[in-house]
């Protein structure tokens, strides 16, 4: 059971602490073929800048702000934590978060399809590697110009669809398939959530020695061992859909077997706020 990958794809490497990819991409309808080569979990998000801001902004104002919170939640110091958050730029609240893949495991791909308007764009991973650091300290960043012209790529098919909101949490089809299915996935609202990120929705394989508790804290960056490596144990990642802007929609791909699933939003207290999902895929 194999993806067909469009020959049109935009392809997305990692090897290390990495984006092999385009420096402009057309605007439009666009399907991500995103390869995980390295030995890490990652994803990618695709951040419209505001006009007039760069990566250089972005590496000097933004990821120092949150390194030095991370450091300080690390040192149970939550007052310093929030003092340093405190000097994130005015401007970072205009940076429009556009999707992008969710969690991918390594060696593991994804296939995302997004609708991106032109404008400035960085593309960033920002798990976190075994010390504590954020993979985009660590150089896992990337701008994308996103250009004028238009792909002329059609509205992708879908199989069924899933939707996510602040108030509903995640909502899924009562079953779900074997098969290689693509799934639209629609954002109701979006806000931001205590860990100064939106809401998103990441798929998960699970196996019998998966801890849903464990990995219900692990999705959340600000808890000390959040989005820390190595990811949990018995859990495979297989990509999903990032950060959209509310009443936005865009489609993942994925190959189902038969197992135990899990859709996850990577928000503090998911399992309250009806955004972790369980379903299995029966023989």
């Known amino acids: 059971m194999e993806i067909e990958i469009p020959a049109n794809s935009i392809r997305i490497t990692t090897q290390a602490m990495d984006f092999q990819m385009p420096d402009s991409i057309p605007s439009g309808w666009n399907t991500f073929y995103y390869a995980n080569n ?42 310093s934590a929030m003092a340093a958050f405190g000097k994130l730029p005015e401007w970072f609240s205009k940076v429009v978060f556009m999707g992008g893949s969710g969690l991918v495991s390594p060696g593991m791909t994804s296939l995302t399809t997004l609708n991106l308007d032109p404008g400035y764009y960085v593309a960033e991973c920002y798990v976190k590697a075994s010390n504590g650091v954020f993979h985009s300290v660590m150089g896992m960043v990337k701008a994308v110009v996103v250009t004028e012209t238009p792909s002329g790529n059609p509205l992708p098919k879908s199989d069924f669809q899933i939707s ?106 998911s399992l309250s706020k009806r955004m972790l999902k369980q379903f299995e895929i029966k023989e």
């Open 38 to 79: 390295s030995g890490e979990t990652h994803f990618f998000v695709l951040e419209k800048y505001p006009e007039g801001k760069t990566i250089a902004d972005g590496e000097k104002e933004v990821l120092p702000v949150f390194q030095e919170g991370m450091n300080y939640i690390n040192a149970s110091k939550m007052d």
């Open 164 to 269: 996510i909101s602040a108030e509903k949490g995640i909502s899924i089809p009562d079953t779900i398939q074997e098969g290689v299915k693509t799934i639209a996935t629609y954002f109701e609202d979006q806000k931001v959530h205590e860990n100064f990120v939106g809401h998103d929705i990441h798929l998960v394989q699970l196996s019998d020695s998966s801890d849903i508790d464990e990995l219900e804290k692990w999705m959340n960056w600000a808890e000390p061992e959040g989005l820390k490596t190595p990811a949990p144990k018995g859990v495979t990642f297989l990509g999903g859909m990032n950060d959209l802007p509310a009443g936005a929609i865009g489609y993942f791909t994925v190959a189902f077997k038969p197992g135990k699933y899990a859709f996850i939003a990577e928000v503090p207290n």
